[in-house]
């Protein structure tokens, strides 16, 4: 039921970073997971990270894990995306998407059935 929109990609050097925004709307928001997506050309869209209802646990990919931060202020109904020490392998576009289930109690539960429709993130070296 949610509409997510996203926003802050952009062209980032390696080693920088860009924090990407996506607004929800809707009023199973505040009781819904979210998380953030990314597909690379040519590849398969694959999980990078989640948050639950309550901001309280968060999942990552490897891949992201230590570089990339997720959070959420149920207030302005947004969740972001803050990545750090970007490299050319998260060059990709990303999505954000909300948990079709209510107040889901784990990773294991979610059912990411909303989608937006993706901002640009493309590092180069």
């Known amino acids: 039921q949610a509409q997510l929109v996203e926003s802050g990609g952009g062209l980032v050097q390696a080693g920088g970073s860009l924090r990407l925004t996506c607004a929800a709307s809707?009023?199973?928001?505040?009781?819904?997971?979210m998380g953030w997506f990314r597909q690379a050309p040519g590849k398969e869209r694959k999980f990078v990270a989640a948050?639950?209802?309550?901001?309280?646990?968060?999942w990552y990919a490897d891949t992201v894990r230590g570089r990339f931060i997720i959070s959420r202020d149920n207030a302005k109904s947004t969740i972001y995306l803050q990545m750090d020490n970007l490299t050319p392998e998260d060059t990709a576009i990303y999505f954000c998407?909300?948990?079709?289930?209510?107040?889901?109690?784990?990773?294991?539960?979610?059912?990411?059935?909303?989608w937006g429709q993706g901002t640009q993130v493309t590092v180069t070296s």
């Open positions: 948050v639950a209802w309550n901001g309280g646990n968060k």
């Open positions: 998407a909300a948990d079709q289930k209510y107040r889901s109690r784990s990773m294991w539960d979610v059912d990411f059935g909303s």
């Open positions: 809707g009023r199973t928001f505040r009781n819904s997971a």
